[in-house]
């Protein structure tokens, strides 16, 4: 394999969590005018540095080769002191990612690679996921899920369970307090070994 494909797929892995994270600072502005929003953190991949490992296409796995993990969606986690307003908090979001993808010639983030985790301020019990269909109940099959719907834009899956360690580092990954402001750009978080945060290569990188 080509080392000019390898620096390729890298570099549009670096690109794609670059967007996310981009998009992950304008759905946090949009939200922080709601006073039932008391945090916004980035979490997941897109809130790590990436990390190596061998990809989906078959050409790198016969090669064993080796490319930075591509993140497959932006995961948010959301602490909120009411969930009254969760269509409001939805459309919020959705237009700003759309005004963000009408101003972007680059990868464009839609609202379906949004995954949004609701938390309770203070316990950090999880109370579900904010729906991203335009109406609630939408008739799709994920709205038959038992006790989806029954808060407005409150998605359950059923069975979900979130990791343990789901919020583990979320201290430095929080983007937003209520009280404090905004903490910090998504953008500034590690990207990976070698790379500054923009994605440009730095001496020593692999």
């Known amino acids: 394999m080509k ?21 992950a600072d304008l759905v946090a502005e949009a939200w922080v005018s709601f006073p039932e929003v008391q945090a916004v953190a980035v979490i997941g991949s897109s809130a ?3 990390w190596k ?14 490319v930075w993990h591509e993140c497959g969606d932006l995961d948010l986690a959301l602490w909120l002191d009411s969930l009254d307003r969760l269509g409001e908090l939805r459309r919020a979001s959705a237009r700003a990612l759309l005004t963000a993808r009408e101003n972007s010639t680059g ?7 949004l995954d949004i985790f609701l938390f309770e301020p203070g316990t950090d019990r999880y109370l579900g996921r904010l ?14 899920a038992p006790g989806c719907g029954e808060i407005a834009f409150n998605k359950v899956i059923s069975e979900f369970k979130p990791y343990a360690d789901i919020l583990a580092e979320v201290d430095r990954s929080l983007l ?5 402001g905004r903490l910090r750009s998504a953008l500034d978080l590690p990207t990976v070994d070698g790379q500054d945060r923009r994605g440009t290569s730095v001496p020593g990188g692999s």
């Open 3 to 23: 080392q000019a494909e390898i620096d390729r797929q890298n570099l549009y892995s670096i690109n794609v969590q670059q967007a996310f994270r981009q998009a």
């Open 48 to 50: 790590q540095q990436l």
């Open 53 to 66: 490992e061998v990809p989906r296409f078959s050409s790198y796995r016969r090669a064993r080769t080796e």
């Open 107 to 113: 990868f464009g983030v839609v609202s379906n690679l």
């Open 131 to 144: 729906c991203e269909f335009n109406q609630c109940p939408k008739g799709k099959i994920d709205c038959l």
């Open 176 to 180: 937003y307090r209520r009280g404090e």
